[in-house]
């Protein structure tokens, strides 16, 4: 029954709605950005039924130490200022895409060439997107 009720509390949680004014997504743009993230887009999901997140963080590095670096960051300083604890998180063991599910913010850590072969945003080009510097 474990996989039942993880999936009640996402739906339950993922029904606040988040904006790209709140204290988490802020958080999380900021904590990458202090880890020398880079190119990073947010995509907007908002307005598309099947997402299953108000937002995705996309970022990259170039080796599996930063990549690791920047979504330890970001799990801390979430904690930190959000006072928010990780859903669900994946990719720590081999470093090349690393996912970090906050139910309402999915953040995605990946290797220049992982983010070319996957195109999320491209796979969500209904999404909104906007660059973060």
């Known amino acids: ?4 009720a993880s999936l009640t509390k996402r739906r339950n949680a993922a029904s606040v709605k988040l904006t790209k004014k709140s204290k988490l997504f802020k958080t999380i ?6 880890k020398k993230g880079e190119n990073i887009v947010s995509l907007d999901l908002r307005k598309i039924p099947e997402a299953v997140a108000d937002f995705f963080i996309v ?3 170039t080796s599996g130490p930063q990549i690791k670096a920047i979504a330890d960051n970001v799990v801390d300083k979430v904690k930190e200022i959000c006072g928010e604890n990780v859903f669900h998180k994946e990719g720590f063991q081999n470093l090349q895409w690393v996912l970090i599910d906050f139910i309402n913010i ?17 796979m969500w080009s209904d999404a909104a997107a906007e660059e973060h510097q």
């Open 1 to 4: 029954m474990e996989p039942l």
């Open 29 to 34: 743009i900021a904590a990458i950005q202090e």
């Open 59 to 61: 970022c990259e590095a």
């Open 106 to 122: 999915v953040v995605h850590v990946m290797h220049p060439e992982m983010r070319k072969f996957y195109t999320l945003e491209e």
